[in-house]
């Protein structure tokens, strides 16, 4: 059976830099599923749909047929590097309201599993371990206060010459957490047997160690 490792958490925990470096070190594949409802939402807005319930099926198609290529780092729609479009705090927004439709959640099933392949996978989100990868031998649930989270976020906003004002970008990801975690839908939540995480007060390194303690273990 392939490995996988679901790192899961709220909005801005350090998901992606945990899971990418503990692929990194292990010699694994990284799914990165939030890039996945991101490349959604910006196909459905750039299509000009409203991202509500009335264009679910609409956009459930469009999320099965995404013409979605990861080159080098690089995000290529259709064609087009949207690397840096779909990074944006609008993006995540766009993100999360797509991910609350059911039919664009069940669409985007198949494409994450395939991303499991020898010799094994990371793969972050909100219910990598609850939905996805279910039958996964280790679950990390990361969390981190909202402050924490929201200076880390303003940081790598200004380390890109991105302005932003720190009590905005908790409002946007409180907001973000309270829709992901209040949809009927895999809503976020702990899998019954993640291993909880809290990295509030640790480096990115204690954590990747802490990961692979774990998965020795
Ligand atoms: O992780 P990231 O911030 O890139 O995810 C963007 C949004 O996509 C999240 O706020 C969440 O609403 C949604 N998402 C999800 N399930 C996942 C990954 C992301 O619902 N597995």
Redesign the pocket.
């Known amino acids: 059976h392939i490995p996988v490792i679901c790192v ?1 958490g ?3 925990s350090g ?2 830099t945990l899971a990418s470096e503990v692929a990194r070190r292990l010699g694994y594949h990284y799914l ?7 490349i959604t ?1 910006l196909a459905a807005v750039r299509a000009g749909l409203a991202l509500d319930v009335a264009h679910e099926h609409t956009i459930a198609r469009m999320a099965e047929t995404l013409p979605v290529v990861f080159v080098d780092g690089s995000v290529l729609l259709a064609g087009q590097d949207v690397t840096d479009d ?2 944006t705090e609008e ?3 766009n ?6 439709l059911p039919a664009v ?1 069940s669409a985007l099933v198949a494409l ?1 599993q395939s991303f499991r392949r020898l010799p094994g996978l990371v ?6 371990g609850t ?2 990868f279910p039958d996964a031998p280790m679950k990390v649930f990361l969390t981190a206060s909202a402050g924490q989270r929201a200076d880390r976020r303003h940081k790598q906003l200004i380390s890109k010459g991105i302005q932003a004002k720190i009590d905005d970008l908790r409002a946007d990801l409180e907001a ?2 309270a ?2 975690s209040n ?1 009927a839908v ?1 809503p ?1 939540k702990p899998a019954q047997d993640a291993l909880l995480l809290d990295n509030s007060s640790q480096t990115v390194e204690e954590s990747v160690a802490q990961v692979l303690r774990w998965w020795e273990e």
């Open positions: 899961d709220p909005t801005a998901k992606g990165d599923s939030g890039a996945l409802y991101r939402g779909i990074r993006a995540g927004m993100a999360s309201k797509v991910s609350a959640r994450q793969a972050d989100g909100r219910d990598m939905v996805i973000r957490d829709r992901d949809r895999a976020l």
